[in-house]
């Protein structure tokens, strides 16, 4: 296998994992609106109001939205999905690392299943190999 096979593989795992993120985060807002249509909102009095419903869900529309670009940009080899990526792995850390000591063994097991993709990303975004490939092309700027 030539260097390049193996640099487009990474930036489809890059994809594909972001693309699998957009589509988790899409998908919860979905499943927060069904949940307020069929149950109403619920929750402490403080969070659980129609404008902080909404909020929610347009948050988790954005993200995963916005994470799904960045599938499109990993897959076209584009630079600027790099940084988005990057920002999104570590919110995603932030969350599951804390989640890996819950005593729900379901959520213990997607805790570490998402820790170790946002790992995996982060690392794979800024191997050489990777960096080089999003920079081809690109002259290197001129000293004075």
């Known amino acids: 296998m030539n260097g390049e096979t193996l640099v487009i593989r990474r ?38 109001n129609a404008s902080g419903v909404t909020l929610e869900v347009v948050i988790f529309l954005f993200f995963g939205l916005g994470m799904l670009l960045v599938a499109g940009g990993w897959f076209a080899a584009k630079r600027w999905a790099r940084a988005p990526f990057l920002l999104a792995q570590l919110l995603a850390l932030v969350v599951s690392i804390p989640l890996i000591g819950a005593t729900d063994a379901f959520q213990k097991w997607v805790a570490i299943l998402v820790t170790l993709a946002a790992i995996v990303g982060i690392y794979l975004a800024f191997t050489p190999a990777v960096t080089r490939y999003l920079l081809r092309g690109e002259a290197a700027p001129e000293l004075p």
């Open 11 to 48: 930036l489809r795992i890059l994809a594909s994992i972001s693309g699998i993120q957009g589509v988790f985060y899409v998908v919860y807002a979905v499943l927060i609106v069904v949940g307020v249509a069929r149950f109403g909102v619920s929750g402490p009095r403080e969070v659980a």
